[in-house]
Protein backbone atom coordinates (compact mmCIF):
# COMPACT_ATOMS: atom_id res chain seq x y z
CA UNK A 1 0.00 0.00 0.00
CA UNK A 2 2.66 2.39 0.73
CA UNK A 3 4.52 1.60 -2.66
CA UNK A 4 1.19 2.09 -4.40
CA UNK A 5 0.77 5.43 -2.59
CA UNK A 6 4.40 6.23 -3.14
CA UNK A 7 4.88 5.50 -7.27
CA UNK A 8 1.04 6.75 -7.75
CA UNK A 9 0.50 4.50 -10.36
CA UNK A 10 -2.19 1.59 -11.18
CA UNK A 11 -1.47 -1.54 -9.82
CA UNK A 12 -2.60 -5.09 -10.70
CA UNK A 13 -2.16 -7.78 -7.25
CA UNK A 14 -2.74 -11.19 -7.76
CA UNK A 15 -4.30 -12.24 -4.65
CA UNK A 16 -6.35 -15.58 -3.20
CA UNK A 17 -6.26 -13.62 0.63
CA UNK A 18 -9.77 -11.70 0.15
CA UNK A 19 -8.92 -9.72 3.22
CA UNK A 20 -5.59 -8.74 1.46
CA UNK A 21 -7.94 -7.53 -1.34
CA UNK A 22 -10.33 -5.69 -0.04
CA UNK A 23 -7.81 -3.44 2.27
CA UNK A 24 -5.59 -3.29 -0.93
CA UNK A 25 -7.76 -2.75 -3.81
CA UNK A 26 -9.50 0.26 -4.92
CA UNK A 27 -11.26 -2.30 -7.60
CA UNK A 28 -11.50 -5.82 -7.26
CA UNK A 29 -11.86 -8.35 -10.08
CA UNK A 30 -13.58 -11.49 -8.26
CA UNK A 31 -12.62 -14.65 -10.72
CA UNK A 32 -14.47 -18.34 -10.14
CA UNK A 33 -13.11 -21.45 -12.10
CA UNK A 34 -11.31 -18.54 -14.67
CA UNK A 35 -14.36 -16.80 -14.87
CA UNK A 36 -15.01 -12.86 -13.88
CA UNK A 37 -17.85 -12.88 -11.66
CA UNK A 38 -17.96 -9.37 -10.30
CA UNK A 39 -15.82 -6.28 -10.94
CA UNK A 40 -16.26 -3.35 -8.38
CA UNK A 41 -15.42 -1.59 -5.40
CA UNK A 42 -14.59 -3.09 -1.96
CA UNK A 43 -17.87 -1.55 -0.39
CA UNK A 44 -19.83 -2.40 -3.20
CA UNK A 45 -18.46 -6.55 -3.38
CA UNK A 46 -19.31 -6.50 0.38
CA UNK A 47 -22.72 -5.05 0.60
CA UNK A 48 -23.99 -5.55 -2.91
CA UNK A 49 -22.75 -8.89 -3.81
CA UNK A 50 -23.89 -10.43 -7.64
CA UNK A 51 -24.30 -13.73 -6.30
CA UNK A 52 -23.92 -16.81 -3.82
CA UNK A 53 -20.31 -17.04 -5.12
CA UNK A 54 -19.47 -13.16 -4.30
CA UNK A 55 -21.39 -12.63 -1.07
CA UNK A 56 -19.69 -15.97 0.29
CA UNK A 57 -16.57 -15.36 -0.59
CA UNK A 58 -16.15 -11.68 0.66
CA UNK A 59 -16.21 -11.16 4.20
CA UNK A 60 -15.03 -12.82 7.63
CA UNK A 61 -16.89 -14.53 8.98
CA UNK A 62 -18.67 -15.70 5.92
CA UNK A 63 -22.47 -14.66 4.99
CA UNK A 64 -25.07 -16.63 6.56
CA UNK A 65 -27.42 -18.71 4.23
CA UNK A 66 -30.69 -19.91 4.24
CA UNK A 67 -33.42 -21.73 1.79
CA UNK A 68 -36.24 -20.75 1.79
CA UNK A 69 -38.92 -19.58 -0.68
CA UNK A 70 -40.73 -16.50 -1.48
CA UNK A 71 -44.01 -15.73 -0.45
CA UNK A 72 -46.94 -13.03 -0.36
CA UNK A 73 -48.79 -13.85 3.49
CA UNK A 74 -51.55 -11.23 3.26
CA UNK A 75 -49.86 -9.14 1.28
CA UNK A 76 -46.87 -9.08 3.48
CA UNK A 77 -43.65 -10.01 0.82
CA UNK A 78 -41.23 -12.23 2.36
CA UNK A 79 -39.24 -15.56 2.84
CA UNK A 80 -40.47 -18.61 4.27
CA UNK A 81 -38.56 -21.25 5.45
CA UNK A 82 -38.99 -23.57 8.48
CA UNK A 83 -41.45 -22.20 10.59
CA UNK A 84 -39.95 -18.59 10.40
CA UNK A 85 -41.31 -16.07 7.86
CA UNK A 86 -39.27 -13.05 7.44
CA UNK A 87 -40.66 -9.99 5.78
CA UNK A 88 -38.62 -8.13 3.71
CA UNK A 89 -38.96 -4.63 3.48
CA UNK A 90 -40.18 -2.02 1.22
CA UNK A 91 -36.62 -1.23 -0.30
CA UNK A 92 -35.85 -4.80 -1.21
CA UNK A 93 -39.87 -5.50 -3.04
CA UNK A 94 -38.11 -5.04 -6.66
CA UNK A 95 -39.91 -6.22 -9.34
CA UNK A 96 -37.48 -8.89 -9.51
CA UNK A 97 -38.58 -10.24 -5.85
CA UNK A 98 -42.16 -9.42 -6.78
CA UNK A 99 -41.75 -11.58 -10.35
CA UNK A 100 -40.36 -14.70 -8.05
CA UNK A 101 -43.18 -15.13 -5.44
CA UNK A 102 -43.68 -19.32 -4.75
CA UNK A 103 -39.87 -19.01 -6.11
CA UNK A 104 -37.34 -21.07 -4.12
CA UNK A 105 -34.29 -18.84 -3.18
CA UNK A 106 -31.44 -18.22 -1.09
CA UNK A 107 -31.20 -15.67 2.13
CA UNK A 108 -27.98 -14.03 2.61
CA UNK A 109 -27.40 -11.84 5.98
CA UNK A 110 -24.11 -11.17 7.53
CA UNK A 111 -23.24 -12.16 11.09
CA UNK A 112 -23.25 -8.50 12.51
CA UNK A 113 -26.66 -8.25 10.97
CA UNK A 114 -27.82 -10.71 13.17
CA UNK A 115 -28.56 -9.18 17.12
CA UNK A 116 -28.94 -10.97 20.51
CA UNK A 117 -29.09 -7.51 22.54
CA UNK A 118 -32.86 -6.65 23.90
CA UNK A 119 -32.79 -3.22 22.22
CA UNK A 120 -32.70 -4.83 18.42
CA UNK A 121 -35.11 -7.90 19.55
CA UNK A 122 -38.07 -5.04 21.16
CA UNK A 123 -37.83 -3.04 18.36
CA UNK A 124 -38.21 -5.56 15.16
CA UNK A 125 -41.08 -6.04 14.08
CA UNK A 126 -40.04 -8.85 11.74
CA UNK A 127 -37.11 -11.24 11.77
CA UNK A 128 -36.82 -12.21 15.20
CA UNK A 129 -36.05 -15.81 15.76
CA UNK A 130 -35.46 -18.17 18.14
CA UNK A 131 -32.05 -19.69 17.83
CA UNK A 132 -29.91 -22.52 19.63
CA UNK A 133 -26.30 -21.56 20.86
CA UNK A 134 -23.67 -24.43 20.11
CA UNK A 135 -20.60 -22.34 20.71
CA UNK A 136 -19.37 -18.47 21.79
CA UNK A 137 -15.72 -17.45 20.99
CA UNK A 138 -15.16 -14.08 22.96
CA UNK A 139 -12.88 -12.45 20.25
CA UNK A 140 -11.81 -9.34 22.50
CA UNK A 141 -14.11 -6.51 20.75
CA UNK A 142 -16.75 -8.81 19.75
CA UNK A 143 -18.07 -12.19 20.55
CA UNK A 144 -19.21 -15.01 18.09
CA UNK A 145 -22.01 -17.00 18.52
CA UNK A 146 -22.87 -20.47 16.60
CA UNK A 147 -26.18 -20.91 16.24
CA UNK A 148 -28.19 -23.13 15.05
CA UNK A 149 -31.94 -21.94 13.53
CA UNK A 150 -34.47 -25.34 12.85
CA UNK A 151 -31.02 -27.44 11.24
CA UNK A 152 -29.35 -24.01 9.60
CA UNK A 153 -25.93 -23.35 11.30
CA UNK A 154 -25.72 -19.46 11.52
CA UNK A 155 -22.76 -17.36 13.25
CA UNK A 156 -23.69 -14.03 14.60
CA UNK A 157 -21.07 -11.15 15.06
CA UNK A 158 -22.69 -9.64 18.68
CA UNK A 159 -21.35 -7.31 21.59
CA UNK A 160 -18.43 -8.43 23.62
CA UNK A 161 -21.35 -8.22 26.47
CA UNK A 162 -23.49 -10.98 25.17
CA UNK A 163 -24.37 -13.55 28.08
CA UNK A 164 -25.61 -16.04 25.53
CA UNK A 165 -23.70 -19.64 26.48
CA UNK A 166 -24.05 -22.96 24.74
CA UNK A 167 -27.13 -24.66 25.25
CA UNK A 168 -29.27 -21.27 25.59
CA UNK A 169 -32.22 -20.63 22.90
CA UNK A 170 -31.93 -17.03 22.71
CA UNK A 171 -34.17 -14.81 20.28
CA UNK A 172 -31.86 -13.33 17.44
CA UNK A 173 -32.86 -10.34 15.68
CA UNK A 174 -32.16 -10.21 11.73
CA UNK A 175 -31.60 -6.98 10.67
CA UNK A 176 -34.16 -7.08 7.24
CA UNK A 177 -32.46 -3.60 5.83
CA UNK A 178 -29.37 -5.77 5.42
CA UNK A 179 -30.59 -9.04 4.12
CA UNK A 180 -29.70 -10.26 0.54
CA UNK A 181 -31.92 -12.51 -2.10
CA UNK A 182 -30.19 -14.66 -3.78
CA UNK A 183 -32.12 -17.01 -6.42
CA UNK A 184 -31.78 -20.45 -5.56
CA UNK A 185 -31.71 -22.14 -9.06
CA UNK A 186 -28.97 -19.27 -11.10
CA UNK A 187 -27.31 -17.98 -7.66
CA UNK A 188 -27.94 -14.85 -9.14
CA UNK A 189 -29.35 -11.65 -6.83
CA UNK A 190 -32.77 -10.86 -6.96
CA UNK A 191 -32.39 -7.87 -4.32
CA UNK A 192 -29.49 -6.70 -2.01
Do not use: W
Not at 26 to 52: E, H, W
Not at 153 to 168: E, F, W
Amino acid sequence: SKLHLRLGTTFIYVTHDQTEAMTMGTRIVVMKDGFIQQVDTPANLYSKPCNVFVAGFIGSPQMNFIDGVLKDRNGKIGVEFGSNFIELPEAKLNTTVKAGLGKEVIMGIRPESLHDEEMFISAATTGVVDCEVDVTEMMGSETYLYLTLEGVNLTARVSPRSTAKPGDTIKIAIDVNNVHIFDKETEKVMTN
